[in-house]
């Protein structure tokens, strides 16, 4: 029997979902859509084709005491919506600042899913940043307006490399000050 840790990170409730932490059974259905190409290709960090154990070692991650990052699926079981429907975040950063990343299951696509993700999150404001940061691929404008949707602005172009894509990318970048 193996008895996985609590975590020290609060359940954001919406009317759609529950954001709530990562969890070992969620293995298989996170594995399923970080392996779709689609998904990947959007992100900076996932790997496409996803490797063996890649899916284990974020969620060791993601649960670890230590971790930097907190993340959160889009859980809607609740609502007769899918358990695992996409993945949210925050990490931590210097002077009271947090970076958001967000990513939704290709079947929640269009559908409102990630903008009211991100909204819950940055309300909640599980880390009492003073602002937010978060930065999408020029490529992605569904995910700009994700940001836009929530108040976000655009402060700047940058560029990531994307291990999926295996070049660098060039991004657009936003921030959402708190009051």
């Known amino acids: 029997m193996k008895i996985d840790a609590i975590i020290n990170q609060p359940v954001i409730e919406t009317d759609r979902f529950l954001l709530r932490p990562v969890r070992r059974s969620d293995t298989g259905l996170l594995t399923m859509y970080t392996s779709d190409k689609r998904v990947a290709w959007n992100t900076s960090s996932i790997a496409h084709p996803l490797p063996p154990g890649a899916t284990e070692a974020f969620i060791d991650r993601a649960t670890s005491p230590d971790r930097s990052e907190d993340v959160w699926v889009i859980d809607g079981s609740a609502t007769g919506l899918g358990e695992v429907m996409g993945v949210v975040s925050l990490n931590r950063m210097d002077r009271n600042q947090s970076e958001i990343g967000y990513w939704v299951a290709p079947a929640a696509w269009n559908t409102g899913l990630a903008s009211k993700a991100v909204g819950a999150l940055v309300e909640a404001n599980p880390q009492r940043s003073g602002a ?45 000050k708190v009051n």
């Open 132 to 176: 937010f940061f978060a930065t999408v691929f020029q490529d992605n404008p569904a995910s700009a307006r994700v940001l836009t949707n929530n108040g976000f602005e655009y402060i700047g172009d940058a560029e990531s490399f994307s291990v999926a894509r295996n070049t660098t990318v060039p991004m657009w970048t936003y921030i959402r």
